[in-house]
């Protein structure tokens, strides 16, 4: 009730004395957010990940050491900055959870419905897609997001994922463009990125996955789309579908040319 | 058995600053679960550093250090090879200590 | 009151609060005389209370000791705190809040040779004043600094 009223109050007092001022409650969260970023435990992640990616499991007792990502067998570094893409292998497009899963069935031998049980960790309940998307994000860190568009299905899914960003739909008549397709939105003091515009397209790409502190959590990009879902009241968005990762190809495309900079930390 | 700590510990000019991350739920015993059943207080109440087995620094903590706990700290002394070590126990008695060398 | 709390002690614990402090986890056996910040003062439920158990009424107020946080905490469950004491011979480092159901967060220990300053994160139930309690020569001195804590939205 207190932080309600006080947030409140934090408003109308930057409302009422004006622009200058406004920026006051927004250089101090700014200052929060920056004294969050040295010590990310989303490093707690990463170091369970390189862990994971290493670790011999499921039927054929293999590691996920001969993943192809995208770059090459077992090459991490820079590959999350080019998913999703198509892979022959599979003949088709795939983002990073979606190529694990893959990789998880085809060397480690484990079932889809195994391998999928748990796509968003709580507590001491880990989901290892958490862990290896941490690590192998980090590993794309400082890269120049580069997701292509050369295979006819890679621009399949843009398209699909574009219309899915303008689709209205659920109870509230709600699209991702309700939130995301104009500047200077806000729900109560979080900021929304204009996703339609080049600049916030790239901040709200490349700063995921992210530790959240009000989770206490590592999430992932999935589990932003999934969470948004959510709260448009849409029908559950499914972990690695193909919806998820239309979505993510035309979310991730329009990121091109920003350097990566995740796993981040958040609110 | 507990995750294991990130330590960075970095020396310059005599002074080394020490940073750890700490994997730990740190629940203060005040939040109820999904079944309004109170979930119970698992925190870490006691860390020590030291440095070649001298304390540096020595903390109690109550649950309200916030989970996965992040402390930084500066000693003088340390020298670049030299081992720190870092030990939390927390109050379910469940102990851990992980080690780096200063760089 | 100070009475049972000795008379406790004398029986060699069990029943009555430090039963009550170890099953609500505060304590451990073993721990009830501990150096520095006592148990008990972990269970205080108000900052006077608090100092009372640290053996800490009525600290001077310092300008010595610097709080580094934020104004505004955009979730309170982490909040980053830094105390620094320019205070000569500072012992220890404690740091309260007070809106907390139990105000005593931390406490430091600080050995001859390292730095008195120190940084981590705690969880702030509402916005509240964070106080830093310094021990140094013997003396206990303070600092405060309001922290507000506000409500995000719903993403980012």
């Not at chain 1, 022959?88 to 990789?103: F, G, I, N, S, W």
């Not at chain 1, 391998?115 to 958490?130: C, Y």
């Not at chain 2, 006691?46 to 903390?59: C, D, F, N, P, Y």
Request: hydrophobic share 40%; with cysteine.
């Amino acid at each position: 009730m207190m932080r309600r009223t006080m947030a409140a109050a934090v408003l109308a007092a930057g409302a009422v004395l004006g622009a200058a001022a406004q920026s006051n409650p927004e250089a101090e969260i700014a200052k929060y957010r920056e004294a969050l970023a040295a010590g990310n435990p989303a490093e707690l992640w990463e170091a369970r990940g390189e862990a994971l990616w290493k670790q011999k499991r499921g039927p054929k007792a293999a590691s996920l050491e001969a993943c192809d990502l995208g770059k090459g067998a077992g090459v991490v570094n820079g590959a999350y900055a080019e998913l999703p893409r198509y892979f022959a292998d599979a003949d088709r497009v795939m983002d990073l959870e979606t190529r694990l899963v893959h990789c998880m069935v085809a060397l480690q031998g484990l079932r889809f419905e195994d391998a999928t049980k748990r796509p968003f960790g709580a507590g001491t309940n880990r989901s290892d897609f958490e862990s290896l998307a941490a690590w192998i994000t980090a590993e794309s860190r400082g890269v120049t997001m580069n997701v292509a568009l050369s295979h006819p299905k890679e621009r399949e899914a843009y398209q699909l994922g574009e219309k899915m960003f303008y689709f209205r739909g659920g109870p509230h008549d709600f699209a991702c463009a309700t939130c995301h397709a104009e500047n200077s939105k806000r729900i109560r003091l979080q900021d929304l990125p204009n996703l339609t515009e080049k600049a916030g397209a790239q901040l709200a790409y490349t700063t995921w996955p992210a530790y959240r502190v009000s989770q206490g959590e590592l999430r992932t990009f999935q589990w932003r789309l999934n969470d948004c879902y959510r709260q448009q009241r849409f029908p559950d968005l499914k972990f690695a579908s193909d919806a998820s990762i239309a979505l993510t190809a035309f979310l991730a495309r329009n990121a091109n040319g920003a350097t990566f900079n995740a796993p981040a930390i958040k609110r | 058995m507990a995750d294991p700590m990130r330590i960075r510990a970095a020396e310059r000019d005599g002074v080394v600053n020490v940073k750890i991350l700490m994997s730990h739920e740190m629940e203060t015993g005040q939040r109820k679960d999904g079944s309004g059943k109170i979930v119970p207080a698992h925190f870490i109440s006691k860390v020590t550093a030291t440095h070649q087995g001298r304390t540096v620094l020595s903390a109690q903590w109550g649950p309200a250090v916030a989970k996965n706990p992040f402390l930084e700290f500066n000693f003088k002394g340390g020298k670049k090879g030299d081992r720190i070590a870092i030990t939390w126990e927390d109050n379910k008695g469940e102990t851990r200590t992980d080690e780096t060398t200063i760089n | 009151m100070n009475h049972s709390r000795r008379a406790v002690l004398k029986t060699g614990g069990g029943a009555g609060v430090l039963g009550l402090l170890f099953a609500a986890g505060i304590a451990r056996p073993g721990e009830v005389f501990a150096q520095g910040a006592g148990l008990n003062a972990f269970a205080m439920k108000s900052v006077p209370e608090a100092l009372r158990a640290l053996g800490a009424q009525g600290p001077a107020v310092s300008a010595a000791i610097q709080i580094k946080a934020p104004e505004i905490a955009e979730n309170g469950a982490v909040v980053p705190i830094g105390i620094e004491s320019n205070l000569p011979g500072t012992e220890s480092i404690t740091l309260l809040i007070e809106k907390n159901p139990q105000p005593l967060a931390a406490s430091f220990s600080i050995p001859a040779g390292t730095e008195p300053s120190v940084s981590t994160r705690v969880k702030i139930g509402e916005s509240s004043d964070v106080y830093a309690l310094v021990k140094a020569d013997g003396k206990f001195y303070m600092a405060k600094k309001e922290i507000k804590i506000t409500l995000g939205g719903c993403g980012g």
